[in-house]
């Protein structure tokens, strides 16, 4: 399968999909890794489910047999999405943070000899504090830093790696800097000495395809809002490693995933919101492998492949006109190497207060993230204070070249007429 040059990519007849970017006229949805807008089918899936069936699940009138299949079915389109080995492997709740926490308590109940958990100084701290706080419970910590030139490498996460090592959680791409990490890497190292991996998929999840059996890991988070659908999250695990973690459950519950991860009632309206989005995918995709593949998942890889090679187009736009505007660029800023980041891009105007331009571009109608970004082992090592911190753009595939320059513009414009 050939996916489409980046230039072909249906940009206008994505646009159209998503109500919000038509509403907001001119605005500029620059801060996407705070979550995404949606598109129209996946609002028409929250509001048909609403309408339909607002029920409990699990009883045996028709509506509430409806509340079962959706969840069901949600299942199973995120088990395609990521490419998990069944679809019970997949469970549903409020967020990435919660779901980390639950993981991290059973992990912590069980570290006996395997005491040793790796944490990176590049992930959001919802992947780092949640496992620090095993302290309590006898952890102990080994830090895998990233480079100075923003990558996090599984050679360096080695010499960290002993018979001692319980877990290496880390994120697949930083939310903040944009570096994509090589997890299938990660998983071999970790194996190798017997450890399990968990990988923070949030950031990740929007701009390529995740294939939690290519890359070996043992649990993966992902947040829906980030992913063109409503507020609520996932967790992955491989089913023998959920089956063995201890969870909270009432006595009622079966010690059975997924049903002992989703303690209580989770957003039913937005697991229907995020079955749709994976549909969305899979439509975006079949715009490329023509309508006789008939594999939902071929139809996501499609997808994926050809997000990746238009925001790759995105990436190198926005790296040029930063540059244009004297940016110090934090992690991969040579266009050349783009396949290793993705849209994100974290960066500050030296001499200039990232708030200032926050607020001048908030004024010029563009909507830019300023501040610590969650992360502030990482802007311990970039020397930002935690106060002021940096900038950051974060695009997706409804971004367009055009709005990039008109950025650029906005921000040149803005240096040029406020002086120092
Ligand atoms: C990489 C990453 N991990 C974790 C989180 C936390 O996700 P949630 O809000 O779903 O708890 C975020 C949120 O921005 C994130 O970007």
């Known amino acids: 399968m050939t996916p489409m040059p980046a230039d072909a990519f249906p940009i206008d007849a994505v646009r159209a999909q998503f109500p919000a970017l038509q509403k907001a006229g001119e605005f500029i949805f620059l801060d996407n890794a705070g979550g995404a807008q949606i598109p129209q089918s996946v609002l028409d899936a929250v509001t048909r489910h609403l309408v339909d069936h ?11 047999r409806a509340v079962d299949r959706a969840v069901a079915e949600a299942r199973e389109s995120v088990g395609l999405l990521i490419n998990a080995y069944r679809p ?17 308590l059973g992990i912590g109940q069980t570290l006996g000899e395997r005491d ?32 100075e030139d923003g990558t996090l490498r599984a050679e ?26 090589d997890i299938a890497a990660v998983s071999r190292a970790a194996q190798a000495v017997g450890a399990e991996v ?31 659908s409503p507020h609520m999250g996932f967790l992955w695990g491989r089913f023998d490693a959920l089956k063995r973690l201890p969870t909270f459950r009432e006595d009622f519950i079966p010690d059975e995933p997924p049903y002992k991860v989703e303690a209580g009632t989770f957003v039913y309206e937005n697991v229907a919101g995020m079955d749709a989005s994976v549909r969305y995918l899979e439509a975006l995709g079949r715009g490329f492998t023509g309508p006789s593949t008939g594999s939902r998942r071929g139809d996501i890889i499609a997808a994926m492949a050809a997000i990746r090679a238009y925001e790759a187009e995105l990436s190198r736009e926005m790296l040029r006109q930063l540059k244009a505007c004297g940016a110090t660029i934090y992690g991969i800023a040579d266009e050349a190497r783009v396949h290793g980041r993705v849209p994100t891009i974290c960066f500050n105007i030296p001499g200039r207060s990232p ?47 055009g709005e990039v320059r008109r950025f650029g513009d906005a921000l040149a414009a803005y240096l040029r007429h406020s002086g120092r």
């Open 198 to 228: 968990f990988v923070d998929g949030v950031h990740y999840g929007p701009h390529g395809l995740i294939d939690v059996q290519a890359w070996g890991c043992d649990y993966l988070v992902c947040s829906g809002y980030k992913n063109f």
């Open 355 to 401: 708030q200032a331009i926050a607020d001048a571009m908030s004024d010029a109608g563009i909507g830019i993230r300023d501040g610590h970004m969650y992360a502030p082992r990482l802007m311990q090592r970039l020397g930002l204070p935690m106060a002021t911190g940096a900038l950051r753009v974060s695009m997706v595939h409804y971004n367009t070249i």
């Open 54 to 64: 607002n029920v409990q699940r699990g009883g045996r009138y028709d509506k509430s």
């Open 116 to 147: 040793e958990i790796v944490v990176t100084d590049m992930d959001h701290d919802a992947n780092i504090a949640t496992w620090l706080a095993l302290e309590s419970a006898g952890a102990k910590f080994a830090w895998w830093r990233m480079r």
């Open 156 to 181: 360096d996460l080695v010499p960290l790696l002993s018979p001692r090592t319980r877990l290496v959680a880390c994120t697949a791409t930083a939310h903040s800097i944009g570096t994509i990490v």
């Open 88 to 104: 019970a492997e997949i469970c549903f709740g409020m967020n990435a943070t919660s779901f980390i926490r639950l993981v991290s």
